[in-house]
Every structure is written in C-alpha cells, then in structure tokens.
C-alpha cells in the first residue's frame, strides 16, 4: 500500500498544493532535489507504517500464544488431578502445569507436577493438538501420568 492510498483525498489534495508552491518559480535543480525529497519522506513513512503494521501482528500472534498456554496450564491442571485421582492416586492440593505452544498454535506440550496425598511424586506429561476450550470437558492428545516414576495412566483423553 503507498502512502498515497493511506491519504484523505482531502490531505492529498493539501500536500499537492505545498509540492506545487513550493516547486512553482524553482530551478530544475531545485525542484528534482524537493521531488526526491518527498518521494524519500513517502518511503520511509510507507516502511514506518510496515514497520508497526508487522509489529502488531507479532504481538496479536504472542497474545494469542500467551492465552492458549494458560487454558492448557488451566485445564491440565484441573482434568490432570481428577486423572490421577481416578487412577487411584488422589492429589494433595494443584498440580502445577507449564505448557509450551509450538509450530503456530498447532502442538501443545503440557508437563505437571505435584505431590498426591500419601506423599508420592505426580508427573503427568503430554501434548495435545486440540486448542484447549475446543471442548469444554476434555483434551485430546496423549497424555501419561506417573507417581514416583511408575506409569499409572495413559489416556488420550485429559478428562471427560
């Protein structure tokens, strides 16, 4: 998009009519150096505004990493406890969950620890290709939960 495009007709017409003043009266000399300088002016002002154009767009995609990370922490932690707790290992308060959003939004890694109830060590680790929220009770993907090492479940299914 020029900078032209990205004007007010009304605008346009204002810096067409100084160009104009300016250029009318001038040595050829003069007004080529005044033309270069607008056409300069116009580009640096075109790239500025690609410039804050891709920075935003970096920031829109991090937001939205960023969101995603936290309803996979959220939900694992969640439908993670209520797994072990099936399984026969009752967790002592939350888990606490990291999760990692990897290829733009289309994998996410999923790691939690914490203590169940008689002291042992929960680990449930897992990846997912569903955007959490997709489906209010459940996240697909493969999952394993562990206590003190020993596998004690695996599921495709975190909750539900």
């Excluded at 300016?22 to 003069?30: F, N, Q, Y």
Aim: with cysteine.
């Amino acid at each position: 998009m020029t900078m032209a495009r990205t004007m007010t007709p009304r605008t346009r017409c204002a810096l067409c009519a100084v160009v104009a003043t300016v250029l009318i009266g001038c040595s050829d000399s003069t007004r080529q150096d005044v033309e270069d300088e607008v056409r300069s002016v116009a580009s640096d002002v075109e790239e500025e505004a690609r410039t804050a154009v891709s920075e935003v767009a970096d920031l829109a995609d991090e937001t939205a990493r960023n969101a995603v990370e936290l309803a996979a922490r959220n939900f694992a932690s969640a439908q993670g406890a209520e797994a072990f707790d099936a399984a026969g290992y009752p967790i002592d308060g939350d888990l606490s969950c990291t999760a990692e959003v990897e290829d733009g939004l289309t994998e996410i890694t999923i790691s939690c620890t914490g203590t169940t109830d008689d002291g042992g060590e929960a680990e449930l680790s897992g990846s997912t290709s569903e955007l959490p929220g997709a489906s209010i009770t459940e996240l697909e993907g493969t999952f394993t939960g562990t206590v003190d090492g020993d596998e004690v479940f695996s599921t495709e299914n975190l909750g539900g």
